[in-house]
Structures are given as C-alpha cells and as structure tokens.
C-alpha cells in the first residue's frame, strides 16, 4: 500500500501545477506580420525581355494587401542600358520597393556608382523605374573625375550622365 501511496504523491502535485496556454495574437497583433518573408533574395526587373534591374537584399517582406516590400540587410541594386549593359550599382541598408508606383525608396549609407566613373552619396534616395531616374531630397555629394558636388536636392537619369543637384552648397574641381 505504501507503494501505491508513494507511486501516486507525485501524480497529485502534478495534476495541481497550473498549465500554460500558449498565447494567441490579436487581429491587430497579427495584421502587423509579414504574410511573405524572403532571405537572400535576388529580384529580376525586365521589360519585354531585357533586364533592367536586377536586385539583391538580405531579407524582404510583405503583408497582406499590400503593394510594399520592406527590405533590410545588404541591398545592391545593379541597373543596365537597354542594351543590357550595366550601367550603376546603388548600395543601401534598407529599403522598400513599391509595386503600385514603381519606385524603389533606399535609406542608410546610399551610394550609388556608375559605370563612368561618378559616385552619388546620401541617406535617402529613389529609383524610380519608368522614368529611369535616380532623385533624393536629402544632403548629396557627388564625385566625378572633375569635380565634387555637395548640395541639397538632386535627380539624375539611371546612369549618372545627366545630373543636377537643386540647392548646391559647395563646388570643387579636381
């Protein structure tokens, strides 16, 4: 009998202990997760078969419902001629591409280097892929063969040809 008793104590604590129940999210906890998460992802933009774009991130997500990806990591964005020559790199921290506009906004350490030789630096800069142009409203530097931009403001064609900086603050020749 003592056996028994000995054998069912430790049956009764258990059966006291009070049991955890998992936690559920909310609808308004649970909205706020990516429905599609991607991890050294490599996106392919094209256009009647010619590459435009071709993009490379560490981690990419989306919601439900929405047109945006968030990306986060490394971000290289190498873009070609219609051609289908390279032409710039833009390199950033973070990101988010835009399905309904086409724009793709960067942040955090933008630079972008063309295949002649010119280098845009700022925080915050947009690709917009229609009109293939590159444009910030933050603090820019540029930095050609010739000379060295600073300003406020800028927007140029993909490539980095043709380029103009809005308000500039400073201007030197190399």
Known sequence: MKKIILFLVPFIFISC????????LGDEQSSSLPSQESWNSVVTFSDSGRVKAILHSDYIQTSEGSSKKNMKGNIVINLYDENGNHSSTITSNRGTA???????????????TSNNGVVVKTEKMIWNQDRQIVMSETNV????STEII???????DQFLRDYKVFKVSAISTR
């Open 17 to 24: 202990v009070k049991k955890i129940q998992p936690k559920v």
């Open 98 to 112: 835009d399905e309904e506009t086409y724009y793709i906004e960067v942040e955090g350490n933008v630079i972008v």
């Open 141 to 144: 530097k540029i930095t050609s």
């Open 150 to 156: 600073n300003g406020v403001g800028f927007e140029s």
